[in-house]
């Protein structure tokens, strides 16, 4: 199955639908079969589990960035980094990996345990 996301002002993504890959032999087909499904002219762009194309997932509120041809997450706290090469957020600080679970704490800009 293929894997659609559709856009909205400012490139949001609005929706994310799945074509048999029967109809999706190529992305501008899946396209075209969505456009005329939902009977609009909105602009579609595929998207994969895998992340082999457009580096991540889309989701409903990701942002398709034309640029990088990347979907990419809504920022989770304002002094995370994006990642040029994933196009994924990333902390400051690397979280601990000691197999416990950690929140981001935004006010002391570190991680805090999870007791």
């Known amino acids: 199955m293929a ?3 559709k856009l909205g002002v400012g ?5 994310v639908s799945v074509v048999s890959n029967d109809i999706a ?18 602009v579609w762009k595929q ?3 895998n992340a082999n194309i457009r580096k991540n997932f889309a989701g409903i509120g990701y942002k ?5 041809d990347a979907f990419i997450a ?3 706290f304002n ?5 040029e090469e994933t196009c994924q957020w990333e ?5 601990p990996n000691n197999n416990k679970i950690y929140n981001w704490n935004e006010e002391t800009q570190q991680w805090d345990l999870n007791e």
């Open 11 to 15: 490139n949001k993504v609005l929706k």
């Open 25 to 42: 032999t190529s992305e501008q087909a899946g396209v075209e079969f969505l456009q005329n499904l939902y009977k609009d002219r909105a």
């Open 47 to 49: 998207t994969s589990y």
């Open 64 to 68: 398709y960035d034309q640029t990088r």
């Open 79 to 83: 002094s995370w980094i994006l990642d």
């Open 91 to 95: 902390a400051p600080i690397v979280k």
């Open 74 to 76: 809504p920022k989770p």
């Open 3 to 5: 894997h659609f996301a």
